[in-house]
């Protein structure tokens, strides 16, 4: 015999129009069977009254539409952050506030590692970094030597986009100041003239080809994106505490191993999030029509918690790591423009080759140079192959003024908006990257809406932390920590941020039919809460308590 539970809450905020409030819902078979009053709920016959939220707020799971599995498996590694963060497991990592404290973390985990045992020759690996906050001061050789003069140490850029390495590492890997002089390799950073050193690498490697030098030395060309199942449990662990119940992993090469790690992981009722992978499709790592054959192919084995079928392209690089491409007037403190990660004309074909195979393509964009490029291209691709309701969405897209969103709009475009940005970079930004013009609409959520165009906001985890309450409290105030509001005109109203963190991100991946609102037919996905969202002061949202989350009926207390 079937079952019904129906659940009673406090309040549950439906994100349905015609009927955005209730206080029972019904599910039946992982679904929602009913949502309302108990009258209405019961009328389906026989079920189970379950009280266990009645003094809690349900709203729809929350959907990452932009985030990366490593988030979970990062820590297997040395975290060098600027901001104090939070583990899977729940310890905080205190943040690291000048150049000699990240040297210092690096002397002692390399120092530790030779007490365990493990020789000079094994990498010490770390992540998180980011030079911006250190007044424009850019880490080197001269800097990580002082941790360690024989053991390789690499450190991945908070941004994913740039990394840093010792003296050791550029000799295991061959880098030297004839690397990327013939133009085939571009990203590989050298000491100017007058320096000492002038012509050397300083050990700063930008964008995926310079990267990869270094990568394919150390045996972990993964090291962008680790796929382990520990990795994927960790992030389930951390995802029910942030309220997640839909995440994307939006770079994964998809390869047997990454497939069976994620299969494994998933195929347990014990793990609570559906992921979203999208296949890596840049940097010509893979033939076009062969990789949107692969993805197709893997579509067959799509389950509730698993689906294929995203691809992920990329055009520039990060703006606070200057290797984003900017229009003119180009960056505020004169750096010059930054890298195509993928050439505009090979992205084009690229793009038509998984455009008309049906696949729902997913761009990285941060400078409004790369966005400009991405909508003339996708223009022309669908000009030549027209589809309805493609789908299509720009991510980050930072710096997206309202004349390309309307031309977004008119494309059928969607935009996933990379919010965090605002606290995390924007006097950086408003006083290094963009000056004060442009950082005033930096992630101009507004502008989006006011054009007609689907939105979405995201934290890119790990470059910024998994939390999309934190996400929506960024689009709401716009606030810096210096206490700048950049772009008053640009704010989302607390509804409209919700929307953009559960609806908004459904569509953009097609599964708005499935998630995203709490309405008889979706999956039964709820956040649990504390407190009411709509009630608290907007300058509290991100302080609202998660208690777990549900996932197509299965209930997950955070951990």
Known sequence: ?????????????????????????????????????????????????????????????????????????????????????????????????????????????????????????????????????????????????????????????????????????????EITRHTGADGEVEGVVKFAEGHARAGEPTGELQEPAAMFLVLRKIGNAGLLAPMTEAGVRSFARLACRQGVTTATDLVNKLAEDDVRVLEAALSDDAVSIRILPAFQAFHGTHAAQAGAEHVKTLMARNTDRLRYGLVKMMLDGSIQGFSARLRWPGHYNGAPNGIWVMAPAQYEADFETYHRAGLLVHTHTNGDEASEVAIDAIGRVLARAPRPDHRHTLQHGQMIDGPLFGRMATLGLCANLFANHLWYWGDQHYEMTMGPDRAMRLDACGSALAAGVPLAIHSDAPVTPLGPLFTAWCAVNRVTPKGRVLGEAEKLTVQQALHAITLGPAYTLKLDHEIGSIACGKRADFCVLEDDPLAVDPMALKDIPVWGTVLSGRVFPAP
């Open 1 to 173: 015999m079937t079952t019904t539970t129906v659940y009673r809450a406090r309040k549950i905020i439906t994100l349905e129009p015609g009927q955005p409030e209730a206080t029972h819902v019904a599910v039946r078979e992982g679904r929602i069977l009913a949502v309302g009053d108990l009258a209405r709920c019961a009328a389906w016959g026989a079920y189970t009254l379950d009280e266990r939220f009645a003094d809690k707020v349900l709203m729809p799971g929350l959907v990452e539409g932009h985030c990366h599995l490593k988030e979970g498996s990062m820590w297997e590694w040395t975290y060098l952050g600027w901001f104090d963060r939070r583990d899977p497991d729940g310890k905080v990592w205190p943040g690291l506030r000048s150049m000699d404290a990240v040297v210092a973390r690096l002397a002692e985990v390399s120092a530790r590692m030779d007490a365990e045992g493990q020789g000079a020759s094994a990498p010490l690996i770390a992540w998180g970094f980011d030079p911006i906050y250190f007044g424009g001061e850019r880490m080197t050789v001269e800097h990580l030597d002082r941790a360690s003069a024989v053991r390789p140490i690499i450190i991945a850029h908070a941004n994913g986009h740039l990394m840093n390495v010792n003296t050791a590492m550029l000799r295991s890997a």
